[in-house]
């Protein structure tokens, strides 16, 4: 049969990205308390493609998927890029890999236990002999508007909102890949914010919560310069990009901020 | 060329509905200020197939959708459900169109006006020579916890809501169709809420409604019972169907509450 | 701390469901190849509320869900309906958790083996004693329009199509629940439409597939027949709805059919 | 009232972008057959944010956009984005704004017109005086498989795909801004593709379109370059964006490919 893709293409025009995505699998992601968790995420992979060929070959995506089935970490992703540029005869290779993310969570008074999920991602990149690696995290957080509350006699209006961070770390002095764990985000999101959410509150906890916010008030703004200004602290972050939407609650509409940093910028 | 889709069919398997969806197409609905309202619809049109024959011919959902290109109303839905019953040779036919429809507001102290959205849709059925007319609103509103604002010694979370309403009208003593707009709906779930959403609030207007929220809290249980009081006094109402959902601001996951009446069941 | 949820109501409303939705949570469900799969899943929970109280506790469907974690069964589903009525004090449960259930596919000719992704839902129901389990299952497949084929020369346009099954079964004469599996479902549909789709084909399989749907052209009509005609063989089958969506690569709107049956209605 | 969102910040973070979204609200636009057509859009609106101020003030936004009512066009986008500028006094804004475009579409054969919806989108940024538009337009397509043709004795798998082109203009000689039609990238795109898609096809149409399809296999690589071949001969393209995504019939997941250009690289 003959092999179509690997056609000649005169339209000299080079893709930069060709490939699958909405493409569902299980994986398993380091977690720091029970080493290994058990999720289900949403693939996207590519590669680049030379002007002189005509196609590339989607089966072989779904190949190198599956010789990594089951694992997924800030470790392997970059021997599941080398195998795609490889097995694809490819300069770069990209892909990102969406998943929920489970943490057991206290309520703040009564103790009481139960998980919540975080929408997370990894998105690596590698071109030659270069690569990339981004974590991304999405955190649901209560936000209180601190203009709501100073021009009321008594209440204010308050919200879920969602934060996400996307992260660069840079490399330790002998050159090795530095770690942050999406835990050690999800800290620095909810103490930024008017209150964390939880799944499951009892009375004083939803005491606890309800004051907490009211003391915590806080702008789509702040709750991106919060995050920033800790990120900035972390001797491991070399660049981060927070954006913060509020599911305004006086409104049928969201507000959102975007706050993008680098370490280079900042020399 | 042969008409595949009139072929017989032995399976002895009649087909309640078969027909085209997510179809998008823009209408004017009827608007109590303005007359008229231009809007974008999704539908979805379908009909009845009886066991003999092996499919329906579903351009011609989209022939009977154009004669009727611009007007979609209350009165205007029967005439197309029998172009299809007609043109499908259909016992039974239906239509679901769903359009955001736009009302100027005005912010409760400045009066500054401007444009809110609610999510729409006429669900219209025939069977025969009976029909069926059902308006659906969905209304975003601001819901304010009154257990949260009970035990806490200040504020008390709230979030945005949304409350759905579908519901059937009677027919006049003469028999003739009666109309419920949907500027009455949209009334009477903002009067059964902690406080309107608004597009447009100024300082004043802010203010306003986060102590209104305050002095108005409701569950989302309240929010369909509020609802369901009003509508069941209205002679108008033959059914209704209410389903509110709020965003809990203290949550990750949402609340809702579905309560459905019919004026048969209270005799 | 005051009950306020615990207050009496005196608006006369009774609230037929009251609950938590879109609560993410992972979950362990039947596997026949492998007994156990770990995949994520949505929930909604909800009760019934008598009209004498203003509202339910919403932390305790959490407390359930907790109790049960990791294991929603057919067979566990009950329980967790028993343990809402119980903490809750409801006359009414109801529970639907929807998840993706994945499982090896093999690729027609060259047998290489991949997984595929399955959007699935269990939904159960318990009134006072009465209780109630439909089992959802949405198989995407390959459909090829028997029209289009009929009347060209050549080619027939052909679509990625999603089949939804739901489906009661019937206890045995010893009054024991029956059990249908996911992979069976699965099989039906999939032997019931032009092709199955796979994740993962090689040259060969590409072609087998290709001219396998070309040998085998199927209206929507066709699909929810074809299902049909088998599930109403399978003696433990009482209740089934089918509906058939195909995204038709010749329009930008998407055709559809559906089917109810029941074995109430054959004698 | 005090006016929170003016007092002064220390953190020394700037916000590149703050503002509102998922905001709809009905718009013109401008229609090269009929002058004007009535849609309705979805806004993104937000303006920089210096390091020294706490919060923007988010109705301003709304304000604005009342002003402009009705009428957002390239031509206008330029004043809505300078009054942003104005009304938050601030070095950047930008706006995005999305909304469906409809047509009216002939069948190939009979000439059955009806209308086809196309998302678009306006995306103007201002920093300063430096100015920016992109338009955005997605265009439904058919494409069937040039591998699938070749390997198989008879049949094509096919589906339908989306093609999506963002692109900027150079400014004239005398350094005005040019146009480019939404209509003229739709006919581009629908050039490019195996066969366009069609809302209304009677059976000779469904004939032609099919056996066209068949005769114009595309790879989705392909959909991408000949969209780039044609635009790179448009001498008012300065840059454009093409990604091409196919709902491949014969998988659970997508194809993709995307291609960036810019007349800078070319010289």
Not at 21 to 26: E, F
Not at 31 to 53: C, G, N
Not at 68 to 89: K, S, Y
């Amino acid at each position: 049969m003959e092999d179509v893709q690997s056609r000649s293409d005169d339209r000299n025009l080079p893709i930069q990205r060709v490939g699958v995505t909405n493409l569902r699998y299980p994986i398993a992601v380091l977690d720091r308390q029970h080493k290994k968790q058990e999720t289900v995420a949403s693939f996207t992979l590519s590669v680049s493609l030379p002007h002189q060929f005509k196609g590339t070959h989607m089966s072989r995506f779904i190949e190198v998927l599956n010789d990594h089935r089951g694992d997924v970490t800030m470790f392997t992703v970059p021997e599941i890029l080398a195998d795609l540029q490889q097995r694809l005869d490819a300069e770069s290779a990209r892909l990102e890999v969406a998943f929920p993310y489970f943490l057991d969570r206290s309520a703040p008074v009564t103790g009481a236990i139960s998980m919540m999920d975080y929408e997370c991602a990894f998105i690596g990149d590698v071109h030659g002999s270069a690569s990339d690696f981004v974590l991304r995290v999405t955190v649901p957080v209560t936000s209180l508007c601190p203009c709501s509350r100073e021009i009321s006699d008594y209440g204010a209006h308050n919200q879920r909102g969602y934060v996400t961070v996307e992260l660069r770390t840079r490399p330790t002095p002998a050159g090795e890949a530095q770690m942050v764990w999406i835990e050690e985000v999800i800290d620095v999101v909810e103490r930024s914010a008017s209150s964390p959410v939880f799944p499951l509150l009892k009375r004083p906890d939803e005491r606890a919560v309800t004051m907490r916010a009211y003391d915590n008030p806080v702008f789509v703004e702040d709750l991106v310069r919060n995050v920033a200004l800790e990120l900035r602290e972390d001797d491991r972050v070399q660049w981060f990009s927070i954006r913060a939407l509020n599911q305004e609650s006086i409104h049928n509409h969201d507000a959102f901020a975007e706050l993008e940093w680098s370490r280079n910028d900042e020399r």
